[in-house]
């Protein structure tokens, strides 16, 4: 039976195709619902022009690739999915990347 996690969401149609870095948040591990003091990610968090400047946060796994901008920057992804899963009757999307680079940079 298909899964509402197999569905694939064209990322350039969603979020559009400028996205401004505002902020980068540590992702934390966890074991046995307990917060670890080790870092195994980072969400970078982007605000969408095209769309009412809606945020959504971009998991990439291992070190900090970015800083935390003063201000904003646009930054493109690298390998970007997003998926959507299904939590308490309301459906929401998860975004992750392999990569991150400044827009106005060549990777």
Do not use: C, W
């Not at 990439?60 to 308490?88: N, R």
């Amino acid at each position: 039976m298909l899964n509402i996690r197999d569905l694939k969401i064209d990322a350039a149609a969603t979020l559009g195709s400028k996205k401004l870095l505002v902020d980068v948040v540590p992702v934390y591990e966890y074991k046995d619902n307990q917060r670890m003091d080790k870092v195994v990610a980072y969400r970078y968090v982007v605000a969408l022009p095209e769309r009412a400047f809606e945020k959504i946060g971009v998991r990439i796994d291992g070190p900090q690739l970015i800083d935390t901008p003063d201000g904003f920057v646009e930054v493109t992804f690298h390998g970007l999915e997003l998926t959507a899963y299904e939590s308490g009757g309301k459906v929401n999307i998860i975004a992750k990347a392999t990569g991150i680079s400044l827009a106005n940079t060549k990777h």
